[in-house]
C-alpha cells in the first residue's frame, strides 16, 4: 500500500512538470488579460468620486451617486438613449441579414482565387482606421465637391448639404456600418457554413430540392448556434456604440446632433468640456451594467427555451 501510495505521488508530480510548458506558453494571455481586463477594474471606483487628481483616487471625497445624475437629469437623456438603442436595434437586425447573405455567395463561389479575391475586399474596410472611412464619407457628401452633389448637379438637380440635414444621417450611418462591418460577421458566418457536412446537400439535390429550399432547411438552422451567439453579443453592446462611427463620421457637427449624438459620444464632449472623470466613469459603469444583464437574461430565455444554444 505504501509503495503504491509513493508511485500515485510521483505520478502526479510528473504530470504537474509535464503541463508546464503549456502553462508557460498561457502566461502571456493571463498576463495581458491581467493588465487588460481586471486592472481597470480600479477605475470604477471613480463612478462613485469627486476626483482630485492632487489627493489620488483613494483620497478623493465619495459622492454616491450624484455622478450617474447627468446622464438621465440632461435635457440631453432621453435623445442620446433614443438614438444609442435604435441605432443597436437596427445594426442587430440587419447585421445577421446581409453577413448571412453575403456568407452564402461567398460559399457559393468554386474558383479558390476568386473566392479570396472577393472575401480580402468585403473584409478590407473593417481593417480601415474610422478617421479614413470618415474622409472617404465626406468625400461622398462633401458640400462643394462630394461625389453625390456632383451627379446631381451634373443631372439638373440641385446639392444637398449632407452635414446640415439630420434627417437623413440615420440612413447613412446604418450603410456606413453594414458597410464597414459586414466583412467581419460574413466571415464568421462562413467559417460556420464550411463546416456543414456536405452530405446534407448532396442528399438534398437528389431529393430535388432547390438552392433556396436547401438554404431554408440546411443552412440556416444549422447556422443557429452562430446567429444566437452574435445576437447575445450584440445584446451585450446595447448601450454603447462605435465611437468613431458617431463622432468621427458625421464630422463632429452640431446641425446633426439629434440623430447622431449616443451615450458615448455625449460623454465624451461632456468630459472635454468639464474635464470630469467621475461622470465619464459613470457612463462607462452604466453601460457595462445594462450591457451585462441584458445578455444574461437572454441567455437564460435561450436556455429555456433551447439548452443547447446557451452560451452559458
Given at each position: ?127 480601415m482606421s474610422m478617421v479614413v472611412v470618415s474622409y472617404i464619407v465626406y468625400a461622398f457628401l462633401d458640400q462643394n465637391s462630394g461625389i453625390f452633389n456632383a451627379l446631381l448637379t451634373a443631372f439638373g438637380g440641385e446639392g444637398v448639404n449632407w452635414y ?149
Open positions: 500500500m505504501a509503495s503504491m501510495g509513493k508511485t500515485k505521488k510521483l505520478k502526479k508530480k510528473r504530470d504537474w512538470k509535464h503541463f508546464i510548458p503549456y502553462y508557460l506558453m498561457g502566461l502571456p494571455m493571463v498576463i495581458y488579460l491581467f493588465i487588460n481586463n481586471y486592472m481597470p477594474l480600479y477605475g470604477l471606483l471613480f463612478a462613485f468620486k469627486d476626483v482630485n487628481m492632487r489627493k489620488g483616487v483613494m483620497g478623493s471625497p465619495w459622492v454616491g451617486l450624484k455622478n450617474f445624475e447627468f446622464l438621465f437629469r440632461t435635457d440631453d437623456a432621453f435623445i442620446m438613449t433614443r438614438n444609442t438603442v435604435l441605432y443597436n436595434l437596427a445594426f442587430l437586425v440587419l447585421g445577421p441579414v446581409l453577413g448571412i447573405t453575403v456568407a452564402i455567395c461567398l460559399n457559393s463561389i468554386k474558383g479558390g482565387r476568386s473566392s479570396k479575391i472577393y472575401q480580402t475586399s468585403i473584409l478590407l474596410p473593417h481593417l446640415a440635414d439630420a434627417g437623413k444621417w440615420p440612413f447613412i450611418l446604418i450603410f456606413v456600418n453594414q458597410w464597414y462591418s459586414i466583412g467581419f460577421s460574413s466571415i464568421i458566418y462562413l467559417s460556420s457554413i464550411c463546416g456543414i457536412s456536405q452530405e446534407y446537400y448532396e442528399a438534398a439535390e437528389l431529393d430535388g430540392a432547390s438552392k433556396w429550399q436547401q438554404i431554408t432547411q440546411i443552412t440556416l438552422p444549422l447556422l443557429k448556434g452562430t446567429i444566437i451567439m452574435m445576437t447575445i453579443m450584440g445584446l451585450g453592446r446595447m448601450f454603447r456604440s462605435d465611437f468613431g462611427l458617431f463622432y468621427q463620421v458625421p464630422m463632429n457637427t452640431g446641425a446633426l446632433y439629434s440623430t447622431t449624438q449616443t451615450i458615448d459620444t455625449y460623454v465624451f464632449r461632456g468630459l472635454m468640456q468639464l474635464g470630469n472623470f467621475g461622470m465619464s466613469a459613470a457612463a462607462g459603469f452604466y453601460q457595462s451594467i445594462v450591457g451585462f444583464i441584458l445578455v444574461v437574461t437572454a441567455n437564460t430565455v435561450i436556455k429555456k427555451i433551447s439548452a443547447e444554444d446557451a452560451l452559458f
